[in-house]
């Protein structure tokens, strides 16, 4: 589990809102307040705050991909010899990766990759393999 109350900027208060957001990004500005206990008027300038800071970067949804038909979740390691920073964005616009690193060790880049079926996959894993590099598949067998 992530600590939140690391960054000695942060109040108790401040880790309290943080931790509850990262629970619940749709929580509403009053349930908050009633939890961490302080107006909501606070709470939406505290808030506030820490998106400033760049503590809270985004808020988002979690999406289950299954229910969206995507069987198959895998990771792909990625071997290159071609300049690394160059290509992350290009790695994004790949039809069924997720999101992708640029990593440290043996392998250069990891994908986070979500395809319909093992077809999808080895099609992704052939064009890949093809034009950037060799590529390690890990399995998501739980989340």
Not at 105 to 124: A, I, K, W
């Amino acid at each position: 589990m992530i600590r939140y109350d690391i960054s000695p900027d942060n109040d108790d208060i401040d880790n309290e809102i943080i931790s509850e957001l990262a629970k619940n990004c749709k929580i509403t500005c009053k349930a908050l307040s009633e939890r961490v206990n302080i107006s909501i008027p606070r709470i939406y300038e505290r808030t506030k705050k820490l998106e400033e800071k760049g503590y809270i970067k985004g808020y988002h949804a979690e999406i289950d991909f299954k229910q969206l038909g995507y069987q198959v979740h895998t990771f792909v390691l990625i071997k290159t010899d071609k300049y690394v920073g160059a290509m992350l964005n290009e790695l994004k616009k790949i039809d069924f990766v997720y999101d992708v690193w640029v990593v440290s060790g043996e392998y250069h880049y990891m994908l986070d990759v979500y395809t319909q079926n093992m077809d999808d996959l080895f099609s992704l894993l052939d064009y890949l393999y093809n034009n950037i590099g060799r590529t390690q598949t890990l399995f998501v067998m739980e989340h």
